[in-house]
């Protein structure tokens, strides 16, 4: 056995010293940014927008609405529901600032090193990073959560499916190569890998049972951020405590930040439930995302008497598409003419007024609130990109702005519905005793499958619009433990859905659109595209050269994916809504790509409390 050993031992020295000899002469960065524009210097104290000197204790009692019945964040996507405070306890190797677009500054890492063409990159851990247990962070703690979260998560594994290899490049050195050069975003995303404790993973637990990875699990897990999970009651509450020999409390990117000394999380199945918990003084804040509660439940006494502040918060820091999901994998929906249809039937100018108080606008791009929509013609270099693709997409791409039709009148709705049967009859479909069906006869069916109160109200307005076209239509109430398998495994004909979007779109375009995820479970890619000039759109946005390519080439994608009318775009609102108790300060003014900074950013103020009265 020892010479095999020391053969092995030779072997890994011999790895490491090659892959130190490629980081030589390498500029190491304390920060990392996609086109190179970063703001804060190495030597920085801290971010401009917190307060430094912010006083640390108090509690912040928090809603989440659902249920949870798992603390392990590798199997999030596709076991049990994550409870949102697990995520809270551990650190990636790089943070965002919030004050920048895209720019990521050392947390585990304290600076990173890459090739002119992107290939690799190369993080070196902090010499005091350390778990909760007090062991340090290490290369293998890294390998293992990038190893881990590629094969247990869909989400991880697309996105980071292009690291091909992770290795130990130095005592706290890891290397990560990627599948070819290029793609200068790979470097920043590594950064927000979430890194796991190995040792904790592979140990046993109370019980003296081996910890499985692969499955959900309630133990709460070892952690290396400022939080720990303190106590719980599975599936309606967690307290995280603040850990008060937190390794990084000086570090630059956590100055004034995490200022609570307690973080709690109460579970309601209910946004108005929730509400009521809320005027209870049950909780400290609740963020409202609904219009009808927003302009209607919140004028009881504690806001009049300004012990409750209400407060919308500008949302610049991303854009989104919220739509009526069609899933192609049905066969009913893969005629692009029928899906058309629907849209021409949906009037979204009376559901605004009826159900939001006419608070919000119809959304016309998966990039919505952002530079990266489209609109209009295509000119420049987004027209040259797009003639790539040109035999593969829609004529109308090049010849006519997109529009969502626009209803709110009777004439509207008339003109719409007039529009939607011209489309239906011209893809082959027909109506017979007032119900649609196809060249077979067979009738045109919809479930439309929600999981809460707010999305049944938008479904039951849509329902009798699909059904004066003949769709007989109906409604799922799931709940979220169904609600989540069904999605999981594509098994619905339509939901309501949303995507995210950064300012810098990248590599997840690929989870939400591409056709390698249009069938792997538990994928973003709810509706099932499989369209290749899609994916060489996509592959457009990830290796763009620079800012102007990177906004040419999004738009690029938002066009053929708009003229394909994969989804019925609902509405958005630019600002998220809070009200709080009036107990807590920040410093001013809030980050711009921060939006209402809470709770990281925020601080307990006792004189402010002890203005308002205690808890109840």
Same mark, same amino acid.
């Given at each position: 056995?020892?010479?095999?050993?020391g053969l092995n031992?030779n072997?890994?020295a011999?790895?490491v010293?090659?892959?130190?000899?490629?980081?030589?002469?390498?500029q190491?960065?304390?920060a990392?940014?996609?086109?190179?524009?970063i703001?804060?210097?190495?030597?920085?104290?801290?971010?401009?927008?917190?307060n430094?000197s912010?006083?640390k204790?108090?509690?912040?009692?928090?809603?989440?609405?659902?249920t949870?019945?798992?603390?392990?964040l590798?199997?999030?996507g596709?076991k049990g529901?994550?409870?949102?405070?697990a995520?809270?306890?551990y650190?990636?190797?790089?943070?965002k600032?919030?004050d920048?677009v895209?720019t990521?500054y050392?947390l585990?890492?304290?600076a990173?090193a890459?090739?002119?063409?992107?290939?690799?990159?190369?993080?070196?851990?902090?010499?005091?990073a350390?778990?909760?247990?007090?062991k340090?962070?290490?290369?293998?703690?890294?390998?293992?959560?990038?190893d881990?979260?590629k094969q247990?998560s869909?989400m991880y594994g697309?996105?980071?499916?292009?690291?091909?290899?992770?290795?130990?490049?130095?005592?706290?050195d890891?290397?990560f190569?990627?599948?070819?050069?290029g793609?200068?975003?790979l470097?920043?995303?590594?950064g927000?890998?979430?890194v796991?404790?190995?040792?904790?993973?592979?140990?046993?637990?109370?019980?003296?049972?081996?910890?499985?990875i692969?499955?959900t699990?309630?133990?709460p897990?070892?952690g290396?951020g400022?939080y720990r999970?303190?106590e719980f009651?599975?599936?309606?509450s967690?307290t995280?405590?603040r850990v008060?020999?937190?390794w990084?409390?000086q570090?630059?990117?956590?100055?004034?930040t995490?200022?609570?000394?307690q973080l709690?999380?109460?579970f309601?199945?209910? !946004?108005?439930?929730a509400?009521?918990a809320?005027?209870?003084d049950q909780a400290?804040?609740?963020?409202?995302?609904?219009a009808?509660?927003?302009a209607?439940?919140?004028?009881f006494p504690?806001?009049v008497?300004?012990?409750?502040?209400?407060?919308e918060?500008k949302? !610049?820091?991303?854009g989104?598409m919220q739509?009526?999901?069609?899933?192609?994998?049905?066969?009913q929906f893969?005629?692009?003419?029928?899906?058309?249809?629907f849209n021409?039937?949906y009037?979204f100018?009376?559901?605004n007024?009826?159900?939001f108080?006419?608070q919000? @606008?119809r959304?016309n791009?998966y990039?919505e609130?952002?530079?990266?929509?489209s609109?209009?013609?295509p000119e420049g270099?987004e027209?040259?990109i797009?003639?790539a693709v040109?035999?593969?997409?829609p004529?109308?791409?090049f010849?006519?702005?997109?529009?969502?039709?626009?209803?709110?009148?009777p004439?509207a709705?008339?003109?719409?519905l007039?529009?939607?049967a011209?489309?239906l009859?011209?893809?082959?479909?027909?109506?017979r005793d +007032?119900?649609?069906v196809?060249s077979?006869?067979?009738?045109?069916?919809?479930e439309i499958?929600?999981?809460?109160p707010?999305?049944?109200?938008i479904?039951?307005?849509? @329902?009798?619009s699909l059904e004066?076209?003949?769709?007989?239509?109906?409604i799922?109430?799931?709940?979220?433990a169904?609600? +989540?398998?069904?999605?999981r495994?594509f098994d619905?004909?339509?939901i309501?859905? +949303?995507w995210g979007?950064?300012l810098?779109p990248? !590599?997840?375009q690929?989870?939400f659109?591409?056709?390698r995820?249009?069938?792997?479970?538990?994928s973003?890619?709810?509706?099932?595209?499989k !369209?290749?000039?899609v994916?060489a759109?996509?592959e457009?946005?990830?290796f763009?050269?620079?800012?102007e390519?990177?906004v040419?080439a999004?738009?690029?994608?938002?066009r053929?994916?708009?003229w394909n009318?994969?989804?019925?775009?609902?509405f958005?609102?630019g600002?998220?809504r809070?009200?709080?108790w009036d107990r807590?300060?920040h410093?001013?003014?809030?980050?711009?790509?921060?939006?209402?900074?809470l709770?990281?950013?925020?601080?307990?103020?006792a004189e @402010?409390?002890a @203005?308002?009265g205690?808890?109840s």
């Amino acid at each position: 056995m020892a010479p095999a050993l020391g053969l092995n031992a030779n072997l890994f020295a011999i790895e490491v010293a090659r892959a130190q000899s490629e980081i030589n002469g390498l500029q190491w960065r304390h920060a990392l940014s996609l086109f190179g524009d970063i703001k804060y210097p190495a030597d920085f104290k801290h971010f401009d927008y917190v307060n430094p000197s912010a006083p640390k204790g108090g509690v912040a009692r928090m809603i989440s609405i659902g249920t949870f019945d798992n603390f392990n964040l590798a199997v999030a996507g596709v076991k049990g529901s994550l409870a949102p405070a697990a995520t809270l306890i551990y650190e990636t190797l790089m943070t965002k600032s919030q004050d920048e677009v895209v720019t990521e500054y050392g947390l585990l890492a304290e600076a990173a090193a890459h090739p002119e063409d992107f290939s690799w990159v190369v993080y070196r851990l902090r010499k005091e990073a350390r778990w909760h247990d007090g062991k340090p962070v290490t290369p293998e703690d890294v390998i293992f959560s990038i190893d881990a979260l590629k094969q247990f998560s869909p989400m991880y594994g697309s996105y980071y499916r292009h690291v091909v290899k992770t290795e130990k490049a130095g005592e706290r050195d890891i290397k990560f190569t990627f599948d070819g050069p290029g793609n200068r975003e790979l470097p920043t995303i590594v950064g927000e890998l979430p890194v796991l404790p190995k040792h904790y993973w592979e140990g046993t637990d109370s019980q003296g049972r081996k910890r499985d990875i692969s499955s959900t699990t309630l133990e709460p897990p070892l952690g290396s951020g400022p939080y720990r999970i303190k106590e719980f009651v599975a599936g309606r509450s967690v307290t995280l405590e603040r850990v008060k020999d937190y390794w990084g409390a000086q570090i630059p990117a956590q100055i004034g930040t995490n200022n609570f000394d307690q973080l709690r999380f109460e579970f309601f199945r209910d !946004n108005l439930v929730a509400l009521e918990a809320f005027k209870a003084d049950q909780a400290d804040w609740i963020s409202e995302n609904s219009a009808k509660q927003w302009a209607t439940q919140y004028e009881f006494p504690a806001v009049v008497e300004k012990r409750v502040v209400k407060e919308e918060f500008k949302i !610049n820091d991303s854009g989104r598409m919220q739509a009526f999901v069609l899933n192609l994998r049905r066969d009913q929906f893969k005629d692009a003419r029928l899906r058309r249809a629907f849209n021409y039937a949906y009037d979204f100018e009376e559901m605004n007024k009826q159900l939001f108080y006419s608070q919000y @606008k119809r959304i016309n791009s998966y990039f919505e609130g952002t530079e990266l929509a489209s609109s209009g013609l295509p000119e420049g270099r987004e027209l040259q990109i797009l003639e790539a693709v040109r035999d593969k997409v829609p004529a109308e791409v090049f010849t006519k702005p997109y529009v969502n039709p626009v209803g709110g009148n009777p004439e509207a709705v008339r003109a719409n519905l007039r529009e939607s049967a011209r489309l239906l009859k011209e893809a082959g479909f027909l109506v017979r005793d +007032q119900k649609l069906v196809d060249s077979n006869g067979k009738p045109v069916t919809v479930e439309i499958l929600v999981q809460d109160p707010p999305a049944e109200r938008i479904a039951l307005f849509f @329902k009798p619009s699909l059904e004066r076209i003949g769709v007989t239509t109906s409604i799922r109430v799931a709940d979220d433990a169904q609600y +989540q398998n069904r999605i999981r495994s594509f098994d619905f004909d339509m939901i309501i859905d +949303q995507w995210g979007q950064s300012l810098s779109p990248g !590599n997840e375009q690929r989870e939400f659109w591409s056709s390698r995820t249009a069938d792997q479970p538990g994928s973003r890619n709810t509706v099932g595209i499989k !369209n290749p000039a899609v994916d060489a759109l996509i592959e457009q946005v990830i290796f763009a050269k620079d800012r102007e390519e990177l906004v040419a080439a999004t738009r690029a994608l938002d066009r053929v994916l708009l003229w394909n009318f994969y989804v019925i775009p609902q509405f958005t609102y630019g600002f998220s809504r809070y009200a709080r108790w009036d107990r807590f300060s920040h410093a001013e003014p809030l980050p711009k790509y921060g939006r209402s900074g809470l709770p990281s950013l925020w601080w307990y103020d006792a004189e @402010k409390a002890a @203005k308002i009265g205690k808890r109840s």
